[in-house]
């Protein structure tokens, strides 16, 4: 939930379709045979390439070494491994054979912020009975903050307002409609983790070695503001707000440092940026080993009250985490500041949409205002948000942190830690 209240829309402030199943989406399943070749190929992209060798997202294709540490964040993991405890132990024995996987399963990186097109593994929330499911998102409440939890339940409260807006896809477009995933066993003393997977909501948690890695994170909204039953759940106003401000600090004779483009407008935007299905963002699903060359200006040529701007917008982000562990990876995040690049695309006034990427080389963020999907506006809109969140050169899935305890304690081998059940 934001901290900055956007003005209430109705039903009639956004622009509907007027034809159903236009999608063939069933029962949470996309059936991307169905589609044009196009759309099939952008909304696969997770599970082509999931079995991959991972890399991770890099400057050029080579992971930097020595960027990560294996130290005590000062993140305790013991309420969450409670919790992950209660949650398996609750269900049946052919739940926990799917619930709970092995730390080193290829699932971890099979994922989509769509629909998925295949049947995944994990406990989807809504065929659970109510107390398996608030025993699952308890385990996620108790691994994020306070803000970062409703931030999580505003956008799956804001899926199943979505599909009452639009009055379709009524089997899909839920609030439970989230598959989730407890990898490893959960441990004070080894790492395990859990994946909360569905449309607009996608984290990847794990706990290694006294800290808490979130990433990838994709999380999202159609529309941002709730309306009817769902009036006042709100979502993405800080990453909106926050950017905006600092984006107007920045002086106008340094834009070709960091402006992409002042317009979102497909006629204004290369053709590979003006697609329905991933806009501008370039670091979603599919793309873990995204080799992407820094752009934009460097936060340190920035005067004072600017960085300061910047790191309120990292914060954003950041504070998703328990506060131990947001102040542990902003510690690091500013340690690389003379590396660290903000690039903007699109306006800056009240209303336009645009694009924006924070790039260190710990830290990758991605916020793109995206056309409609369900909705029918096919231009880029303030109303429908995509936000990513990345750990780059190699520790997405806390991997980088993973390598270096099995190193420490395994003897130099990546052993997997089975999972419960």
């Known amino acids: 939930m934001s901290r900055r209240l956007s003005r209430q829309r109705r039903r009639e402030d956004f622009p509907l379709p007027t034809t159903r199943g236009d999608l063939p989406i069933v029962d949470s399943h996309l059936f991307d045979d169905l589609l044009p070749p196009e759309a099939a190929f952008e909304l696969t992209a997770g599970l082509r390439g999931h079995r991959e060798p991972y890399v991770g997202i890099t400057e050029n294709g080579t992971p930097r070494p020595g960027l990560y540490r294996l130290d005590d964040a000062g993140a305790s993991s013991k309420t969450a491994v409670t919790a992950a405890r209660t949650y398996l132990d609750g269900l049946a024995p052919h739940q926990r054979v799917v619930a709970a996987l092995p730390m080193d399963a290829p699932e971890w990186r099979l994922w989509t912020n769509a629909i998925p097109t295949w ?33 999580v339940r505003a956008a799956m409260a804001l899926n199943e307002n979505l599909g009452e807006l639009i009055d379709d896809y009524r089997d899909t477009l839920t609030e439970f409609a989230y598959w989730f995933t407890v990898f490893g066993t959960p441990s004070g003393d080894s790492p395990w983790g859990w994946q909360l997977m569905g449309h607009h909501v996608d984290l990847h948690c794990v706990f290694v070695g006294g800290q808490v890695v979130l990433a990838p994170v994709f999380l999202g909204a159609e529309p941002t503001t709730g309306t009817g039953r769902f009036e006042g759940i709100t979502a993405f106003g800080d990453e909106t707000e926050v950017a905006l401000t600092f984006r107007r600090t920045l002086d106008p004779d340094r834009e070709g440092e960091f402006l992409m483009g002042s317009s979102l407008r497909a006629q204004d935007l290369p053709p590979e940026l003006a697609g329905p299905w991933n806009g501008r963002h370039l670091a979603g699903a599919g793309s873990d080993n995204l080799v992407l060359p820094p752009e934009g200006i460097v936060a340190a040529s920035l005067p004072t009250e ?60 991605e916020y793109d205002n995206h056309p409609g999907v369900f909705l029918t506006n096919p231009e880029p809109a303030r109303f429908h948000v995509h936000t990513i969140v990345r750990a780059p050169n190699g520790n997405d899935y806390g991997r980088d942190l993973l390598a270096q305890h099995y190193r420490l304690h395994h003897g130099g081998h990546g052993a997997p830690v089975r999972a419960a059940g």
């Open 119 to 151: 049947h995944p593994k994990g406990m989807r929330l809504e065929r659970l009975t109510d107390r398996d499911r608030d025993r699952a998102l308890a385990v996620v409440e108790a691994s994020l903050s306070p803000a970062g939890y409703a931030q």
């Open 306 to 365: 600017q960085r300061d701007g910047l790191v309120e917008l990292i914060r954003v982000y950041l504070d998703r985490l328990p506060l131990p562990q947001a102040e542990h990876t902003l510690a690091l995040v500013r340690e690389h500041f003379d590396e660290t690049r903000f690039a903007w695309r699109g306006g800056h006034d009240d209303e336009c949409a645009f694009y924006y990427r924070i790039h260190s080389p710990v830290l990758l963020v």
